[in-house]
Nanobody
Framework: QVQLVESGGGLVQPGGSLRLSCAAS????????MGWYRQAPGKQRELVAS???????NYGDSVKGRFTVSRDNAKNTVYLQMNSLKPEDTAVYLC???????????????WGQGTQVTVSS
């Protein structure tokens, strides 16, 4: 089995910064995409940022220029540096990874339990 464990959420004032981490562990041969989604109360889950094993990144429009996604392939860990945070960034942030168990394994989707980010004065 595979686990994704997130850390780094919390309460921050508008304009502040936070860094989220998500480490994958378990029966992992390789990880394709890793990334972050978020879900605010009453809203649909939306993509925040994703990154391939080769380092190609993709960002949601609302976070471009403020958030940076990165990953350490050796540690199976993805990071999200969030700067210039706004109240509308308040949400549960969920880590996502597409994982192979072996060379012949298809990709399997895994999600973390989520970490709360609250931006408020």
């Amino acid at each position: 089995q595979v686990q994704l464990v997130e850390s780094g959420g919390g309460l921050v004032q508008p304009g502040g910064s936070l860094r989220l981490s998500c480490a994958a562990s378990g029966s992992i041969f390789s990880i394709s995409f890793m990334g972050w989604y978020r879900q605010a109360p009453g809203k649909q889950r939306e993509l925040v940022a994703s990154i391939t094993s080769g380092g190609r990144t993709n960002y949601g429009d609302s976070v471009k220029g403020r958030f940076t996604v990165s990953r350490d392939n050796a540690k199976n860990t993805v990071y999200l540096q969030m700067n210039s945070l706004k109240p509308e960034d308040t949400a549960v942030y969920l880590c996502h990874a597409e994982i192979r168990y072996s060379t012949l394994s298809p990709l399997h989707d895994y999600w973390g339990q989520g970490t709360q980010v609250t931006v408020s004065s």
